[in-house]
């Protein structure tokens, strides 16, 4: 809140500075869960138990549902994933095009 009543340099690098840690504190432990429940998941495989193993991958592909926009930040509701995919596939058929131009 002390940024928007005194938007000085200091607070804006104080407020990059709490966003950069919390984003890199947010994707520790979201990697943190997904290789516990990558673990899990090859333990379910490796034992048979195909139910479990099922409903374990449903609940990762359901919780890795996020995307980061040009900016970094994370996208999380579906009303702004869907433009960020948008505005994202360009950029990406972009780039392989321009690929096969300088390839050939």
Request: hydrophobic content about 30%; aromatic content about 6%; proline content about 3%.
């Amino acid at each position: 809140m002390q940024w928007l009543q005194d938007p000085t340099q200091s607070n804006i690098e104080n407020l990059c500075n709490v966003r950069r840690e919390t984003s890199r504190h947010t994707r520790n432990k979201r990697n943190e869960f997904l290789k516990a429940k990558v673990d899990e998941l090859e333990t379910n495989s490796q034992i048979k138990n195909i139910g479990d193993l099922y409903r374990g991958l449903r609940r990762v592909t359901i919780i890795t549902n996020i995307v980061t926009d040009e900016k970094g930040d994370l996208l999380t509701d579906t009303r702004s994933i869907l433009p960020g995919w948008r505005n994202h596939f360009p950029q990406l058929l972009k780039r392989i095009y321009y690929r096969e131009v300088v390839a050939s």
